[in-house]
């Protein structure tokens, strides 16, 4: 039975208050026991009093990170860390006592809010006090290591920054210089494996103390099923779109085959790691140069666009706001016009890296952005937007139902709504005359599928890896091995050069580094076509998905409303259901989306040998 029936019945709501820590009856003196004093009512009360103190916390945690965001200074640095560090104790003091709850028979709403109170933090903290102190000390290490980094040349000259890497990985096409420096950023990661190691050791302590077998069975506890159900879902969902990835990793191989030579990027085998133009091979969108199909008809040019129409910055954010003001969702309150960053400042330091805020749970949203006037920007001011949409829908839920219905929720929903600035929608704004032809529909879904379908197994992988190392079946010996063992199975992808268990590989990615867990954006690339699919049937559209758009239709908008009010109120299917009418993620829609591009691909692929291993 799938847990969400269990959670609307209230049936055996007691043992299913720590979700995945269900334990036969004969097995239960083995968990936690609970004080002889601690009730039902006790475990409502302190439920109330922790969204209080949370509530409180969470708005000053808000105001003092958009301060540090928008106006970095030593000062505004120290001040932003030490109200994360007061959050983070306050989130480990709850913890800590809710566990005097674990096995009570408790209302629904309250197992709920206690299972997410649970799930506030990837990292578990002990009871040991020393034990918390070295947890917090090796996490923080850790992020120094990572936001440090930077590679040299041999002679210490012309260190660059991780950014400053990307932006050449973004262009260059000189095999050499990639190998530098990939092998240079991953060095980087090396000083972290014991540390790691160390991390994950106290973390499984932390998640023991919850009733939990260990942190990574914590991490899959957040989806209203069991972790093992968990991970056979997103298998299942893997299994679903493999072929679609297939299909595109043997016609992007062929295509670098043609660039850099066969010797370079062998035909049979995994694609050297350092020629997808990222980083992490996680997304291919900047290769789309090479692997564009042959006189391919120009995609539309929607910067060229945007600058002939005369749009600024503050243009650019109207239309996204008439966007959802056509869905039928009020306008933007004054204060985020007022209080919003949407351009860089010219007179301080600032984090540019685009966001959706909510600053104190009711009407203070906001957006920081360094927008440009560019194309890219124009779909991501529409995204940053629906975050804030879902953020304003759910502010009447109490503190801890204030968040997406589960974690891949928020992104997927961003997305959805940046699916639907399509050549159509630019018409309704004025920006096109006309819808262009279908006739360069393949080279636009190609550039998309090099970032959302590529992206697929990456977003798998790295929470397959940390599970396996939580649950001790990676042993920390092996540590470089099975994460390369991974990317190929998966990914297929190689690493450019020689790797050892000197190396420390999973940390030169942000969130091993900063234990943030990953599979949600795996989810939410699977949720945002669903979504997309579902709004596009409710608009009456019949045409190919890819060209849907729904904007101004104020019917859709209002389903799209009544899923994104329930915040994480109820388990997730139900909130799935509210929307799309099933209560299952499922990858069709996105199998629908490029079916034209998978029939092209497949085309190109005849008499190829595609796969890896």
Same mark, same amino acid.
């Given at each position: 039975?799938?847990?969400?029936?269990?959670?609307?019945?209230?049936?055996?709501?007691?043992?299913?208050?720590?979700?995945?820590?269900?334990?036969?009856?004969?097995?239960?003196?083995?968990?936690?026991?609970?004080?002889?004093?601690?009730?039902?009512?006790?475990?409502?009360?302190?439920?109330?009093?922790?969204?209080?103190?949370?509530?409180?916390?969470?708005?000053?945690?808000?105001?003092?990170?958009?301060?540090?965001?928008?106006? +970095?200074?030593?000062?505004?640095?120290?001040?932003?860390?030490?109200?994360?560090?007061?959050?983070?104790?306050?989130?480990?003091?709850?913890?800590?006592?809710?566990?005097?709850?674990?096995?009570?028979?408790?209302?629904?709403?309250?197992?709920?809010?206690?299972?997410?109170?649970?799930n506030e933090t990837a990292l578990p903290s002990p009871a040991d006090p020393a034990l918390n102190k070295e947890l917090s000390e090796l996490d923080a290490k850790l992020g120094e290591l990572y936001a440090t980094g930077k590679v040299c040349r041999a002679d210490g000259s012309d260190c660059l920054t991780l950014d400053e890497i990307d932006d050449v990985f973004r262009t260059s096409r000189d095999e050499k210089e990639l190998k530098r420096l990939w092998t240079g950023w991953h060095k980087v990661a090396q000083p972290m494996r014991p540390i790691y190691q160390r991390e994950a050791e106290i973390a499984n302590i932390g998640a023991k103390e919850l009733g939990v077998a260990d942190a990574g069975t914590l991490w899959r506890s957040g989806y209203?099923?069991?972790?093992?159900? !968990?991970?056979?879902?997103?298998?299942?969902?893997?299994?679903?779109?493999?072929?679609?990835?297939?299909?595109?990793?043997?016609?992007?191989?062929?295509?670098?085959?043609?660039?850099?030579?066969?010797?370079?990027?062998?035909?049979?085998?995994?694609?050297?790691?350092?020629?997808?133009?990222?980083?992490?091979?996680?997304?291919?969108?900047?290769?789309?140069?090479?692997?564009?199909?042959?006189?391919?008809?120009?995609?539309?040019?929607?910067?060229?666009?945007?600058?002939?129409?005369?749009?600024?910055?503050?243009?650019?954010?109207?239309?996204?706001?008439?966007?959802?003001?056509?869905?039928?969702?009020?306008?933007?309150?004054?204060? !985020?016009?007022?209080?919003?960053?949407?351009?860089?400042?010219?007179?301080?330091?600032?984090?540019?890296?685009?966001?959706?805020?909510?600053?104190?749970?009711?009407?203070?949203?906001?957006?920081?952005?360094?927008?440009?006037?560019?194309?890219?920007?124009?779909?991501?001011?529409?995204?940053?937007?629906?975050?804030? +949409?879902?953020?304003?829908?759910?502010?009447?839920?109490?503190?801890? !139902?204030?968040?997406?219905?589960?974690?891949?929720?928020?992104?997927?929903?961003?997305?959805?709504?940046?699916?639907?600035?399509?050549?159509?929608?630019?018409?309704?704004?004025?920006?096109?005359?006309?819808?262009?032809?279908?006739?360069?529909?393949?080279?636009?879904?190609?550039?998309?599928?090099?970032?959302?379908?590529?992206?697929?197994?990456?977003?798998?992988?790295?929470?397959?890896?940390?599970?396996?190392?939580?649950?001790?079946?990676?042993?920390?010996?092996?540590?470089?091995?099975?994460?390369?063992?991974?990317?190929?199975?998966?990914?297929?992808?190689?690493?450019?050069?020689?790797?050892?268990?000197?190396?420390?590989?999973?940390?030169?990615?942000?969130?091993?580094?900063?234990?943030?867990?990953?599979?949600?954006?795996?989810?939410?690339? +699977?949720?945002? !076509?669903?979504?997309?699919?579902?709004?596009?049937?409710?608009?009456?559209?019949?045409?190919?998905?890819?060209?849907?758009? +729904?904007?101004?239709?104020?019917?859709?908008?209002?389903?799209?409303?009544?899923?994104?009010?329930?915040?994480?109120?109820?388990?997730?299917?139900?909130?799935?259901?509210?929307?799309?009418?099933?209560?299952?993620?499922?990858?069709?829609?996105?199998?629908?989306?490029?079916?034209?591009?998978?029939?092209?691909?497949?085309?190109?692929?005849?008499?190829?040998?595609?796969?890896?291993?």
């Open positions: 039975m799938r847990l969400s029936h269990l959670l609307r019945t209230g049936a055996a709501i007691g043992t299913l208050f720590w979700l995945t820590a269900c334990q036969p009856a004969e097995k239960k003196a083995e968990a936690p026991a609970a004080p002889a004093k601690a009730t039902a009512a006790d475990a409502a009360k302190f439920v109330e009093r922790a969204e209080a103190e949370l509530g409180t916390a969470r708005e000053k945690l808000s105001r003092q990170s958009w301060v540090m965001n928008t106006y +970095i200074t030593p000062d505004t640095l120290a001040l932003s860390s030490e109200t994360g560090a007061e959050y983070s104790a306050l989130v480990a003091r709850l913890t800590a006592e809710s566990k005097q709850f674990v096995g009570l028979e408790l209302a629904p709403d309250v197992a709920r809010k206690l299972a997410l109170l649970r209203d099923m069991t972790a093992d159900q !968990f991970e056979a879902e997103a298998d299942r969902l893997w299994e679903q779109v493999k072929p679609l990835y297939t299909s595109l990793h043997c016609y992007t191989r062929t295509k670098l085959g043609e660039k850099y030579g066969t010797d370079v990027v062998p035909q049979d085998k995994p694609i050297p790691a350092h020629l997808l133009g990222n980083m992490w091979a996680q997304e291919w969108g900047n290769v789309y140069d090479i692997v564009a199909p042959k006189q391919a008809t120009r995609n539309v040019d929607v910067t060229a666009l945007l600058t002939k129409a005369n749009y600024d910055p503050i243009k650019m954010t109207k239309s996204a706001e008439g966007f959802f003001t056509g869905l039928g969702f009020s306008p933007m309150p004054q204060t !985020f016009w007022e209080r919003s960053m949407l351009t860089r400042p010219k007179d301080r330091e600032v984090v540019c890296h685009a966001s959706a805020w909510d600053i104190d749970d009711k009407d203070d949203i906001r957006i920081k952005m360094c927008m440009r006037v560019n194309g890219d920007d124009f779909q991501t001011i529409h995204h940053e937007m629906g975050h804030n +949409i879902y953020q304003r829908a759910y502010k009447a839920q109490s503190t801890l !139902f204030r968040n997406g219905a589960n974690d891949g929720f928020h992104e997927a929903i961003g997305d959805f709504i940046a699916l639907s600035v399509t050549p159509g929608y630019l018409v309704k704004l004025g920006l096109l005359d006309k819808e262009p032809s279908t006739e360069g529909d393949t080279g636009l879904l190609l550039q998309q599928a090099l970032d959302k379908v590529a992206f697929l197994p990456f977003g798998l992988l790295i929470d397959k890896w940390r599970w396996d190392v939580f649950n001790g079946k990676i042993k920390p010996e092996d540590y470089n091995k099975a994460w390369w063992d991974l990317r190929t199975k998966y990914q297929g992808v190689a690493a450019p050069v020689e790797r050892t268990e000197a190396d420390f590989d999973p940390g030169a990615k942000n969130h091993v580094a900063t234990s943030v867990p990953y599979v949600r954006y795996f989810l939410a690339r +699977i949720l945002q !076509f669903q979504f997309h699919q579902a709004a596009c049937q409710q608009a009456g559209y019949t045409g190919p998905l890819h060209r849907c758009s +729904i904007a101004g239709n104020a019917e859709v908008g209002k389903r799209f409303n009544a899923m994104m009010e329930m915040g994480a109120s109820k388990p997730w299917p139900e909130a799935l259901k509210a929307f799309t009418g099933s209560e299952q993620m499922d990858a069709g829609a996105m199998l629908a989306y490029f079916a034209p591009l998978k029939e092209w691909l497949d085309k190109q692929n005849e008499g190829k040998s595609c796969g890896w291993q």
